[in-house]
C-alpha cells in the first residue's frame, strides 16, 4: 500500500471521527446519511466500476440488509450486531444465487434483468407477513447518532480498502479484463463466471451492511422504501461522477452531490431535484470520465485536457 494513500485516508478518517464531537445533530445525521450513500456508491463500483456490469439490482441487496436486520430486531429480539450479519448473509446468498445465471446476461439485458429484480423483490416482501406486509415493520428506538455515524464511517473505510485491495490484485486485475473484452480474459485463463460471482457478492455485503445500519437509524422499514430502485440510479450517478473503476472517484462522488444536493435543497426545496439533475448534465459534459480522471489529466496536461474532453466527446 502506498505511503501517500495511507497518510490521506489517516488524515481523513480522522477529521471526519470527530465530526459527532464538533458538529451539530444536523450535521451528524447528514453526515450519517452521506457516508452511507458514499458506502453504496463505492459497493456499485466493484459490480459497475470494475466489471463493467451496469447493475440495477444493487438496491435489492441494500432491501434484504434492511429487512434481514430488521426482521432479526423487530421480531425476534435479537441485537443489533446479529441483525446485521443476517441481513449480510442473507444478501450474499441472494447475490450467489442470482449471480450465476443473471451474470451471463450482458449490456442492457442484465441492466433490465436486475431491475426486473428489484421490483420483483420489493412484491414478495409485500405479502410476508413476518417482514410486516405492506405495513412495514417498527424496530427499537434509540438516540444513538454517534454510534450510527462512527458505524457508517467504519463501514466506509472497510468497504475503501476493499477496494484499493481489488485495485491492486490479481482479482481486481481479472475484473478489468472482464470489463474490457470478457472474451479475451476467458481466453487467457480468467474464469469470468467465478470472477463475477465474487465481485456481485462484495458489493452485495457492503451494500447489506448500509442498509442495516439505514433500517436501525430510521427505525422504520417497508417495501417501497426498502427496494426503491431510484436508491440504485443515485449510487450509479454518484460512481459515475466521482470516477468508476477508481478507488476514492464514488467516494468523492457521493460526498460533492450530497453536499450539493442539500444545499439545493435549502436554498430553493421545491426545485432542487430539477437543479440537481442540471449540475450532473454539466458535470458529464466537462467530465464525462468523472472527477477522478478530470483530476488525473489536468495534473498532467493542465486546464488544456478540459478541452480535449469536451472535443473528443463532441460536446
Known amino acids: 500500500m502506498r505511503p501517500r494513500f495511507v497518510i490521506l485516508l489517516v488524515a481523513v478518517t480522522a477529521l471526519l471521527a ?8 444536523v450535521m ?10 458514499a458506502v453504496l456508491a463505492q459497493s456499485w463500483n466493484i459490480i ?26 423487530a421480531k ?9 450479519v443476517c441481513g449480510a448473509i442473507l444478501a450474499m446468498l441472494c447475490a450467489l444465487l442470482i449471480g450465476l445465471p443473471v451474470l451471463r446476461l450482458r449490456g442492457q439485458y442484465f441492466a433490465i434483468a436486475t431491475l426486473g429484480l428489484s421490483v420483483a423483490m420489493a412484491a414478495v416482501f409485500s405479502n410476508i407477513e413476518i417482514a410486516g406486509a405492506n405495513i412495514g415493520l417498527i424496530l427499537p428506538l434509540t438516540r444513538a447518532d454517534g454510534m450510527f455515524y462512527e458505524l457508517s464511517l467504519g463501514l466506509l473505510v472497510a468497504c475503501v480498502l476493499c477496494v484499493f485491495w481489488i485495485s491492486r490484485s490479481r482479482f481486481g486485475m481479472g475484473l478489468i479484463a472482464i470489463r474490457e473484452d470478457e472474451h479475451a480474459a476467458a481466453s487467457m485463463g480468467v474464469n469470468t463466471t467465478l470472477y463475477k460471482t465474487m ?9 447489506s451492511i448500509a442498509g442495516g445500519i439505514h433500517a436501525y437509524f430510521i427505525t422504520f422499514v417497508d417495501p417501497a ?38 444545499l439545493l435543497a435549502n436554498w430553493i426545496s421545491t426545485a432542487a431535484a430539477l437543479l440537481f439533475g442540471v449540475v450532473i448534465v454539466v458535470a458529464v459534459i466537462f467530465m464525462p470520465r468523472g472527477i477522478a480522471d478530470l483530476a488525473a489529466g489536468i495534473r498532467r496536461q493542465g486546464i488544456s485536457y478540459l478541452l480535449q474532453n469536451i472535443r473528443r466527446y463532441r460536446l
Open 18 to 25: 470527530i465530526v459527532p464531537i464538533v458538529g451539530s445533530p
Open 28 to 37: 451528524v445525521q447528514f453526515g450519517i446519511s452521506t457516508l452511507l450513500f
Open 48 to 73: 459497475g466500476g470494475f466489471t463493467g456490469y451496469p447493475s440495477f439490482g444493487n438496491s435489492v441487496f441494500y432491501g434484504l440488509g434492511v429487512y434481514g436486520t430488521a426482521i432479526a430486531m
Open 76 to 84: 425476534f429480539s435479537l441485537p443489533f450486531g446479529v441483525g446485521l
Open 199 to 207: 465481485a456481485l457478492v462484495l458489493s452485495a455485503l457492503f451494500t
Open 225 to 262: 422504501s426498502a427496494f426503491d430502485s431510484t436508491l440504485n440510479v443515485r449510487m450509479v450517478i454518484m460512481t459515475v461522477f466521482g470516477g468508476p473503476g477508481t478507488v476514492l472517484g464514488p467516494v468523492v462522488g457521493a460526498f460533492v452531490l450530497s453536499a450539493v444536493y442539500e
